[in-house]
């Protein structure tokens, strides 16, 4: 398979989530299928790393570590949240020690738009900027998303919810 970022051959044969999923049922790791869906919408196969960067993992990434417990990861995700507020130095979450890298200039970005009368439309896209000043960013992906479930408290709700959401 080729990176088609880079015209490189992938190690993995992974080139997207959906392969990497592939990959776990043809293996008949069913239990690993779980876990895939748990963490699917926030992970991504484009920045080529093998860890995850705790300065931007989502919780489900984060609980997903081994010795990540809720309570260990809303007290770090708190204290991330003010020190980034404060323009401080985030401190260091130890379960994710061992799995941390640096940041990567890849960006996942998903709009969600519902229109009065229920029509939805979702895109998801990944994003990396190169150093052309004509086209500065690179589409990794560019798929229709699923529609977000709108949570239970919004049922019977006469406001409509938050129809916009980018990462």
Not at 22 to 32: I, M, N, S
């Amino acid at each position: 398979m080729v990176d088609p970022a880079a015209g490189l051959p992938t190690e993995s044969g992974v080139d997207t989530l959906a392969d990497f999923y592939r990959h776990l049922a043809a293996a008949e790791l069913a239990g690993y299928c779980d876990l895939y869906a748990r963490i699917a919408g926030s992970v991504t196969v484009f920045s080529r790393q093998a860890g995850i960067n705790p300065l931007t993992a989502s919780r489900d990434v984060l609980l997903a570590l081994p010795a990540a417990t809720p309570e260990t990861v809303d007290t770090f995700l708190q204290t991330r949240q003010d020190a980034l507020a404060a323009r401080l130095p985030v401190p260091l979450f130890p379960p994710a020690q061992a799995f941390g890298v640096g940041a990567v200039a890849v960006y996942r970005i998903r709009a969600e738009a519902t229109l009065p009368d229920g029509v939805t439309f979702v895109r998801e896209a990944v994003l990396r900027p190169v150093a052309d000043a004509r086209r500065p960013l690179i589409a990794l992906a560019w798929q229709d998303g699923n529609r977000t479930a709108i949570p239970p408290t919004m049922t019977g709700a006469t406001a409509s919810p938050d129809t916009t959401n980018a990462r």
